[in-house]
């Protein structure tokens, strides 16, 4: 992907949320990124602005019980979407070696060519091997009434982890009732992925994937007993209550409210 020249303003209060507009126009432009994607970021950074565009401690916690999953696995997948790819392309392929992990291109909006697009994209930023992309091995998940969603064979169809970061509900639900694990990144709290999800990270995904990282290899010598111990002690909806609930005091402190 070409690197645009940024016209972003080191010192602009939201310099760094516009840095990343950037790499997503950059990702459209090269044929990464759909337009819906780029308002799908939107709603996403929408949640980040009152989240403080931070890592919360219930963030931490929820990307923790996500490398011990991912790392306990016997067949996990890191499903790669096109914001995904624009936004963290090598953080991924880096969380996919650490977990030992493969990485599957699977759109919503399916395109050849830019699926095709996407998997080059992870090849240049270090992957030895994208699945998704290989008509061959395509086969069928039943997902809504009459949709059926491509997967691979070797991937996520066999997958008993899935990480879908920035996915949609339909999707992450129809991966529920097929039996798989699935964690989630996403911005939203009450969206329907992060409730359908074992695991969601709410963070935005240019913070969550390099601290995934950064778990996964720190977690990687521990005891299976203790990865399970990680899982186990993990509740992702008293999780999730725990942000909605920081997100509402932040709203009370920004609109001159009491502050607890
Ligand atoms: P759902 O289908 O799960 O109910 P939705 O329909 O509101 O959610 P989608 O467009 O299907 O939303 O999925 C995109 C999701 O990705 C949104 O919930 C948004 O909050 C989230 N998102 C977008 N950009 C980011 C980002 N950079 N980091 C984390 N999450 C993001
Ligand atoms: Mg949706």
Do not use: C, W
């Not at 990464?32 to 009152?50: C, K, M, N, S």
Request: charged share 30%; hydrophobic share 45%; net charge negative.
């Amino acid at each position: 992907m070409a690197v645009e020249v940024s016209f972003v303003f080191p010192t602009h209060p939201r310099a760094e949320s516009l840095r990343i507009r950037e790499r997503l126009v950059d990702g459209f432009r090269a044929g990464l990124v759909t337009p819906e994607g780029l308002a799908a970021h939107g709603r996403g950074e929408a949640f980040d602005y009152i989240l403080g565009e931070r890592t919360t401690d219930e963030a931490r916690r929820a990307a923790e019980a996500a490398a011990a999953m991912l790392l306990l696995a016997e067949r996990p997948v890191i499903s790669i979407n096109g914001n995904v790819a624009a936004l963290v392309p090598s953080e991924m392929v880096e969380l996919a070696r650490a977990v030992d992990a493969k990485l599957e291109v699977n759109l919503f909006h399916v395109s050849a060519e830019r699926e095709k697009a996407i998997a080059e994209h992870l090849l240049k930023n270090g992957a030895d091997e994208v699945l998704g992309v290989d008509e061959e091995f395509s086969t069928h998940i039943p997902e809504v009434q009459s949709h059926r969603r491509k997967v691979d064979k070797r991937g996520i169809a066999v997958a008993d982890v899935v990480l879908v970061p920035l996915e949609d509900g339909d999707r992450t639900e129809a991966l529920k009732r097929l039996g798989k694990r699935v964690i989630a990144i996403d911005l939203n709290p009450m969206s329907r992925t992060a409730r359908a999800a074992d695991v969601t990270i709410v963070d935005n995904i240019v913070r969550a994937a390099p601290l995934m990282v950064e778990l996964a290899r720190r977690m990687s010598d521990l005891p299976r007993e203790e990865l399970e111990k990680v899982v186990e002690g993990f509740d992702n909806s008293a999780n999730l209550r725990a942000t909605i609930g920081l997100m509402l005091r932040r709203l009370e402190e920004l609109s001159g409210g009491r502050s607890r």
